[in-house]
């Protein structure tokens, strides 16, 4: 993607959100669209595995703060991409303007090597210190190391997993250096600079006046290389689809649609650049018994009449430990909730939440001659009380 083509890409509309949209509004969008066009849900769908990779692109742009502002400044300053107007004293003046420099000659989120985090180089601090280059130089930024593309990845955890942890196998697929050729894309090893680019990687174009536009060169592909014999393997792109699985450690404690980064597992980068980063959605599947509430654990435990009534202790199940028992105290009402400490889900300090007990006072469906008898005596013996009378006298002084 050339760098003009970058700023003219409309990322808010790319994720349907408002260019005043928030941090939660723009990471709830990606994580929507990211679910319903990941390559894992539609195989053999080219179409969505391009619209997940927009998708991606527009969510590392526009999920990292810092970039974000630099995005929508290199906008408004460019406009649309492509017209840049220099005020009084640029007239007259033979000036080469390569938008290339706007993100350190990365090329911006989405080209070759440039996915994620490290699509921005040098920020807008770096662009009014060497906007303008006069004498023509062209920029050599491509034949530096490039940072390898972040990879996004899913993950499906048990209840008792995502709680305690995990280590999980992920298997991924992604670009990397082609093991036929080294990553040279040539069969022999030995491949020739570009005549085109001179080894840069770039081209300049004519613009308006006497301003120049900075492209990846077509020859190359911005590689800076072409090969003399290409691969049969990469076709001459140095590059090639892999498939690896890899054991990924889960922490404890994660919750449904979090999110999570491995730095620097992701794919290799290019010409000794760093790997990118990975990135794991964990999906947690529901439990029959526990719920989750934070740090801390849920549970609903019945309890007879008498017990809630009468009080008395009983028995909790914990997730994966001994049963605790709890005191119930007399008077307990249909719906109360006690704790026990320590027997929630870890924390990030490796202390445990709490285990949140609520009370639900049972009701027999049959009862035999002995129980019917003994709840008549007792309607008998309460038939003075009426448990609704505050709120009937509330009912009327409202």
């Given amino acids: 993607m050339s760098t003009k083509d970058f700023v003219e890409k409309d990322y808010y509309k790319v994720l349907g959100v408002p260019k005043d949209a928030t941090e939660a509004e723009i990471k709830k969008a990606y994580r929507k669209l990211a679910r319903e066009y990941h390559p894992d849900a539609n195989k053999g769908d080219a179409s969505a595995e391009a619209r997940f990779k927009e998708i991606s692109e527009a969510n590392d742009v526009l999920g990292d703060p810092k970039k974000r502002k630099e995005y929508d ?30 993100f350190g000659g990365q090329g911006g989120p989405g080209g070759a090597g440039g996915g994620g985090a490290g699509g921005f180089g040098g920020g807008l601090g770096d662009v009014f210190g060497g906007l303008f280059n006069r004498g023509g130089a062209t920029s050599g930024a491509r034949t530096q190391p490039r940072r390898g593309q972040d990879v996004e990845s899913e993950v499906k955890l048990s209840f008792t997993e995502a709680v305690d942890g995990a280590t999980v196998p992920l298997r991924m697929s ?42 990846p060169c077509v020859d190359c592909k911005g590689r800076g290389l072409i090969a003399q014999d290409p691969c049969d393997v990469c076709h001459g792109s140095g590059r090639a689809k892999s498939s690896r699985t890899m054991q990924v450690r889960i922490p404890a404690g994660v919750s449904d649609g979090q999110r999570i980064r491995l730095r620097g597992k992701g794919a290799p980068g290019e010409r000794g650049g760093p790997a990118g980063d990975l990135y794991v959605v964990v999906h947690v599947d529901a439990h029959p018994v526990f ?90 013996a309460t038939a003075g009380e009426d448990p609704r009378a505050e709120l009937f006298q509330a009912a009327k002084g409202a």
């Fill in 73 to 102: 400044e290199a906008r408004a300053l460019f406009g649309n991409g492509g017209g840049f107007r220099p005020g009084p004293g640029g007239a007259g003046g033979t000036f080469n303007f390569d938008l290339g420099d706007l």
């Fill in 174 to 215: 992604s670009q990397q250096p082609c093991r036929a050729c080294s990553g040279t894309g040539d069969k022999n090893g030995t491949p020739r600079v570009c005549p085109t680019c001179v080894g840069t990687g770039q081209v300049s174009r004519g613009g308006s006046g006497s301003f120049s536009l900075t492209d």
């Fill in 291 to 380: 719920g989750r509430k934070g740090d801390n654990l849920t549970v609903t435990v019945p309890v007879s009449y008498p017990e809630a009534a009468l009080g008395g202790e009983i028995r909790v199940p914990t997730l994966g430990g001994p049963p605790v028992t709890l005191k119930i105290p007399a008077g307990t009402p249909n719906g109360r909730t006690m704790r026990a400490r320590g027997k929630g889900a870890v924390r990030k300090d490796g202390t445990r939440g709490d285990l949140l007990v609520t009370v639900e006072v049972a009701v027999p469906k049959e009862l035999n001659d002995k129980a019917r008898e003994a709840l008549e005596t007792y309607r008998q």
